[in-house]
């Protein structure tokens, strides 16, 4: 155990939760106990939340199925004994096993959208989602995307939000892990777009033979060595094939980039998420005029590239 966990309640600490549950009644009283241990911990946040207030009332909230346009409604609720001890559990997760509140409810947020979550899962936080919300706007020109493709779609997020910005387009969500594909299924099916989004087991682009897309969006794994040695104890329990991708993260990107022509149509877009990888892709591949996303809801990292620059860039790809 951490010196940070000695500065935690010792009976959340130990699981003994009978004498916080004769203190703790109210919806209230169990967020502002959160919040004290919260901040004790010294957690990191950045699966949803930045300060640990927000992250109390997304876990407290969420794990009561309460909803957040009604918090002050429901604060000052009491709380079965049940209700009480369940929430302290989770608590107890959050504090001394770093668990991400997501992995804890069991669902995550994106483009204003609940998502189903496990850890076989990386928990959604692309700022792709500003992108999707623009309809891709400047970068598909005005163009409809009749087909897109997901490609390592995790939980299936991008894809789908894709499809619900495009309601009448086809989408392909692929990713090389079952487990993940099981939860992007359940999402399609959360979200009602089984008529128009499809989940398939694929290495990249290995089972994507022949097919072709208008729009090709990925968020792959891409966190370098370095990154991943100096990751806080939170993301790791994220899925490690969700994360790293080799000594500079590119592993995946390369491939992308050698093969994602063959599968766009000829005005398709490519758009890609590196993080904190993008100077390593740009010293890579120094004269592509990679065009980089700004974001007014902030992140950083992600690229377009259209068919034709793919083409012709494909000799530095490799292709």
């Not at 918090?71 to 001394?96: F, G, M, P, S, Y």
């Not at 100096?230 to 980039?257: C, I, S």
């Not at 100077?279 to 004269?287: I, P």
């Amino acid at each position: 155990m951490s010196a940070n966990h000695f500065s935690i309640d010792a009976d959340l600490v130990s699981g003994d939760f009978a004498a916080l549950q004769r203190d703790l009644v109210s919806v209230r009283d169990v967020v502002r106990f959160a919040v004290t241990q919260f901040e004790r911990a010294q957690l990191f946040y950045g699966h949803g939340t930045d300060n640990a207030f927000d992250e109390a009332m997304a876990l407290v909230l969420q794990w009561l199925r309460l909803p957040f346009d009604q918090a002050a409604v429901v604060l000052d609720a009491r709380l079965t004994e049940r209700e009480r001890a369940a929430v302290l559990a989770a608590i107890r997760e959050r504090c001394v096993d770093r668990v991400p509140v997501p992995y804890l409810v069991g669902e995550a947020w994106f483009a204003g959208r609940s998502y189903s979550v496990d850890r076989n899962v990386l928990i959604p936080r692309s700022p792709i989602a500003e992108l999707i919300e623009a309809g891709f706007e400047p970068w598909l020109g005005g163009r409809y995307p009749e087909r897109m493709l997901d490609l390592c779609t995790g939980s299936g997020c991008i894809g789908i939000a894709c499809a619900l910005a495009f309601d009448e387009s086809e989408v392909v969500l692929s990713d090389i892990s079952p487990e993940a594909l099981a939860i992007a299924r359940r999402n399609i099916e959360r979200h009602g777009v089984g008529d128009r989004v499809s989940a398939l087991q694929s290495d990249l682009f290995a089972a994507l033979s022949g097919e072709r897309f208008d729009l090709i969006v990925s968020n792959p794994p891409y966190v370098d060595a370095r990154d991943m040695d100096e990751l806080p104890p939170e993301f790791r329990h994220e899925p490690r094939l969700a994360l790293a991708a080799g000594d500079d993260g590119l592993d995946l990107v390369r491939t992308m980039l050698r093969e994602a022509a063959e599968h766009l149509t000829d005005d398709g877009l490519l758009v890609v998420e590196v993080g904190n990888s993008w100077e390593a892709l740009e010293q890579a591949f120094q004269d592509v005029p990679f065009t980089w996303v700004e974001f007014e809801r902030g992140g950083h990292g992600v690229f377009a590239l259209d068919r034709q620059q793919l083409v012709e860039y494909a000799d530095a790809f490799g292709a």
